[in-house]
Each structure stands twice: as structure tokens, then as C-alpha cells.
């Protein structure tokens, strides 16, 4: 059986001696080490690189709309809050002028498989704007056969209906991802962001009957107020709903770099042992209901194509985590969107003054980024297939990147054995496999291969790892 799919296995007491902070590694190095060295002329040669190679990657488009009518206090999310729809126009104004900008870079015959839209609120764009959005995108970019491509965008149902929805599928969206978080009304009321489950399910149905081909919810475990019992009903919903995929995020509460967060009682949140019971039931609830146990925060149905990828062995991660396009070249379009270039990582200015500024000068609008080294690229690797597949076969992996495996990873061979006296992993001649004991725990393993961290005198901060 593949590692990776199998049913993790919940052990409470193992899990919290190493709930620690770590990285997502939706991205290897993780956006800490990006750096303002890597500029627009490092981003426009790694663009023309890309062109020039004998099989150009197929295109995806990652575009961040970043207003929010009002905050949700547990969001650590790049958005700004604002009822002025005015505001979108300006911002809409740079942004088509940047897709014009960053367009042209990219040969006409790359076309674009896969097309995400996040936020911030995506739908605070109304149908009028979301359409001629999607004109300008359509007339810069080579849009993909519409049976294959996949078009995402995650939407707040607080505001949105069927006929919203309606008309994204007639521009093209085939994907959609509800934030619901949690239906209990204390927590709804302790992160501000009160939710019906008839809203959500309006946005849910009117998807299924417009062309969407995927529909999945975002669940988050650690917000104020939470209780296993609330948690347990807000499951029967979700299950009663019937998404695709389901994503159980854990609450990462970082007041210092959050501003939002601070009008969050510390005293309010769930004790690290209700955290883990939070989990522990959307894994059994979640598990009985159907759902296979992708990896990280994600579950699918068993008929997914993530599910399906994951069995073939082509799943691949990037920042929208687990995916199946991880084939392409990301284009990052937006205040601070990240992109993904041949072996680079680039990000754009991370304030509207700094991204307004660059265009308003005719420049593209990235603020730092970073070149991969070899052993980057290495190392993502081993992270990506741990992560991904939770199996690597180490003569293997060394043959394909030009390493004996066992002397370049001795160091990290030597942490994996300390995680295999606690049966998180198993490791035998060649082969590293990732246990159901561990499965929970991916973070861990891949940070065993992180050349990065301890490196600073100030640590960055990452979110717990449960």
C-alpha cells in the first residue's frame, strides 16, 4: 500500500510532544529566505529561461484579490478592509495593467492549465468586474482546453448567492472553495464572522448545478470558544453538505504579527489537549464519512483527483497546496502574490503603495524572491515526496540528483532515526517511508531535510505544527 494513504493513526500523547512551530513548505526555501536581491531583472531572465526550454511548462495564474468588507480576527491572511467598492476599481486599474506587463514575458503558446483566485475576499469583486477581469486575463493569457483546465476561487458565502455563482461558471470557474470555519454560533461570534449554514449551502448547491466539478470547504480547529461537542455538530453539517474536499487548518494565534488577532482572548482558546481532540474527531468523523486522509489539513473523497494523483504517484505541492498541476510555472498576479518561475520563488510588494508605485512606473511590481541552488532544489525534492507520498526510495533519489544519498544526507538520516525510535518513520537499506504514527506529523519529517532553520539568531515565526 502507498504510505501515504494510508489511515493515519491518532495518538494523542506522541503528537503533542512534537507539536512545535514549523513550516507549511508550500515552498522550499520557505518565504523567510526570499530576499529584495532577487529583483525584476532576476524575474524577467528566469521568465525568458523558461521560454527557451525544450518542453515550456504549462501556465498557472494565481491571482490575489485582496478587500475583505470586514475582518475575521483569527485571519493572518495579506487583505484590507474596506466597504468601498471604489477601491477595487483603482486596484483593478494596476492590476490589468500588470497581466499586460507580465503577459508578454511569456511566450504565446504557453498555455494556461490552471487559474486560482484568493484573497483577502475574491467575491468582493462583483459579477460586472469579475467578468471583464476575466476578458483582460483571457486576452493576455492562452487560456487551456476549458475540459481539462481547472479554474479555482474561494468564496466568503456571507456574500455571495446562486446567481453570483451562476455567472462564475459562465466565465469559467470550475472550482470553488467555501470558507465556513466553524458553524457554532460562540465561535462565530468570538472570530466575527457570523455564517449561516443556509448561506453556505446556497453557494455549495448553486456550484454543483452551474459546472463546478469541485467543491471544498475550509474548517479551522484552535479558534476561541471551540468545544468538541460544537466541533462534532459543525462536522454534521459539513458531512450533511457533502463537499469534495475538506480542509481542517489548525488556528495559528500570532497576535505580534496578526493585528486582527488581538481582539482574540488568549483565555478564550482551547487548551492544547482540546486542540487535539478537535482533530482527532474531524479525523474519525471525516474518515467514517468517506473522506480519504490526503495529507497535512487536507481530506478527499476517495474518487478525487487528488486522491487519484496521490495513488499514481504525481501529487505535488505548491502554495495552494496539495495539487495536481505541480507542473507548471505559477504566475503570481497581485499585492503580494507569490510566483514560482523555473527554480525560482518571487513575490510581489506586500502594500498597496509599494505595488501602486512599481506599475504607476511601468515596472513589474516583485519586491524579493530567490534563486534556487542545487541543493534547494535537492532538498525540495525529498521534502515534496516525503510530504506528498510519504515514501522515498533513496538510491533511487540519489541517482536522479547526482548525490549518494546516505553520505549527502548523513545529518538528516541521523534526525529520521530519532523520529523512528518513536515510529513516525521507518527506514531500512534504501528506503525512507513515512508510518501512520507519522502521518500526522509530515511537518517533522520534512524539517529533518530543512537546511534553513536554526539558522537565525531571531527564529521566524512558523504555525504549530497540530
Do not use: W
Not at 150 to 179: H, M, T, W
Request: proline share 5%.
Amino acid at each position: 500500500m502507498n504510505a501515504a494513504i494510508q489511515i493515519p493513526e491518532f495518538d494523542p500523547a506522541l503528537i503533542s510532544r512534537y507539536d512545535v512551530a514549523g513550516p507549511r513548505y508550500t515552498s522550499y526555501p520557505t518565504a523567510p529566505q526570499f530576499h529584495a536581491g532577487f529583483d525584476e531583472r532576476a524575474l524577467r531572465a528566469v521568465i525568458q529561461a523558461s521560454n527557451e526550454e525544450p518542453i515550456p511548462r504549462p501556465l498557472s495564474i494565481y491571482v490575489h484579490v485582496p478587500f475583505c468588507v470586514s475582518p475575521c480576527f483569527y485571519c493572518g491572511c495579506n487583505r484590507i478592509i474596506t466597504r468601498d467598492v471604489g477601491k477595487a476599481d483603482r486596484y483593478l486599474e494596476r492590476l490589468y495593467r500588470e497581466i499586460e506587463l507580465v503577459a508578454k514575458l511569456f511566450d504565446r503558446d504557453r498555455q494556461v492549465t490552471q487559474l486560482h483566485f484568493g484573497g483577502g475576499t475574491p467575491n468582493f469583486l462583483d459579477a460586472p468586474r469579475m467578468r471583464d477581469l476575466m476578458g483582460v486575463l483571457a486576452g493576455h493569457f492562452n487560456f487551456g482546453d476549458a475540459r481539462t483546465r481547472e479554474f479555482g476561487i474561494e468564496i466568503d458565502p456571507r456574500f455571495a448567492d446562486a446567481d453570483y455563482i451562476a455567472a462564475l461558471g459562465e466565465l469559467g470557474f470550475n472550482r470553488i472553495s467555501v470558507g465556513i470555519q466553524d458553524f457554532d454560533p460562540a465561535v462565530q461570534a468570538a472570530v466575527n464572522r457570523i455564517q449561516s449554514v443556509a448561506q453556505t449551502r446556497e453557494v455549495l448547491e448553486s456550484a454543483k448545478a452551474h459546472g463546478f466539478r469541485s467543491t471544498s470547504v475550509d474548517l479551522i480547529y484552535g479558534l476561541p470558544k471551540q468545544t468538541v461537542a460544537g466541533f462534532d455538530r459543525t462536522l454534521d453539517e459539513v458531512i450533511g453538505l457533502a463537499p469534495d474536499r475538506v480542509a481542517v487548518y489548525a488556528y495559528a494565534h500570532l497576535p505580534e504579527m496578526f493585528k486582527a488577532q488581538r481582539q482574540i482572548e488568549a483565555a478564550d482558546l482551547p487548551s492544547p489537549a482540546t486542540r487535539l481532540a478537535l482533530i482527532g474527531r474531524a479525523l474519525e468523523r471525516l474518515g467514517a464519512a468517506g473522506y480519504v486522509y490526503v495529507g497535512m489539513d487536507h481530506f478527499a473523497r476517495a474518487d478525487d483527483e487528488l486522491v487519484r494523483a496521490q495513488q499514481a504517484g504525481t501529487l505535488q505541492r505548491n502554495f495552494q497546496g496539495y495539487s495536481t498541476h505541480g507542473d507548471c510555472d505559477i504566475v503570481g498576479l497581485g499585492v503580494s502574490a507569490i510566483g514560482r518561475i523555473g527554480d525560482s520563488y518571487s513575490q510581489s510588494a506586500r502594500d498597496l503603495t509599494g505595488y501602486y508605485a512599481a506599475i504607476d512606473n511601468g515596472r513589474l511590481p516583485i519586491a524579493r524572491g530567490i534563486a534556487l541552488s542545487h541543493d534547494d532544489l535537492v532538498r525540495r525534492e525529498a521534502i515534496g515526496q516525503l510530504m506528498c507520498h510519504g515514501e522515498l526510495d533513496m538510491p533511487t533519489f540519489g541517482a536522479q540528483h547526482g548525490v549518494d544519498f546516505a553520505e549527502y544526507f548523513a545529518a538528516e538520516l541521523e534526525r529520521l532515526r530519532a523520529l523512528a525510535n518513536d515510529g513516525l518513520v521507518r527506514l531500512d537499506a534504501d528506503t525512507i517511508t513515512v508510518t501512520a504514527r507519522g502521518r500526522l506529523l509530515l511537518r517533522i519529517v520534512a524539517m529533518c531535510f530543512d537546511a534553513y532553520l536554526g539558522r537565525e539568531a531571531a527564529p521566524r515565526r512558523f504555525s504549530r505544527t497540530i
